[in-house]
């Protein structure tokens, strides 16, 4: 009964260590197999525009606008619970490359209004609209 009892144990001795063993050689021929960085941006926009990219979490839709030279130009409108990629011509960004961004609700009287977004060419904007509008968020990148 012992001896049965040191044969099980050495086996399952042998058999962790041959999967420690063998776990690298998995790894070893996966190198230099790894796919190259994209070349393309994240949103391809056309020719001097600039990518919007809008969440809308809220359940209601969204028209946008960007406040642009003390003008408010309509962009578009974003359906409750989607997201729609939308393109800003670089003639609104102005001399100072800066706008803000603007979304008043359909079905409402809430609204939406970032900062001032200073935006440089190759770059585009994400701009999440939560539930509660006031929560929403912005980045440039």
Known sequence: MIAAGRSGASRLIVTVLAVFLAAPACFVFKRGNKPDAPTTPVFAAPE?????????????DVVIYILH?????????VTGSSSAL??????????GHELELYGRTIGSDAFVRT??????????VEWTLETDLRRSSVGVY
């Open 86 to 95: 939308l393109f800003v011509p670089a003639r609104l960004l102005g001399m």
């Open 115 to 124: 900062h001032t977004l200073i935006i440089q060419p190759g770059q585009h």
């Open 48 to 60: 001097g525009e600039i990518a919007l990219n809008v969440t809308n979490h809220n359940y209601l």
């Open 69 to 77: 030279d003390g003008l408010q130009t309509r962009l578009g409108m």
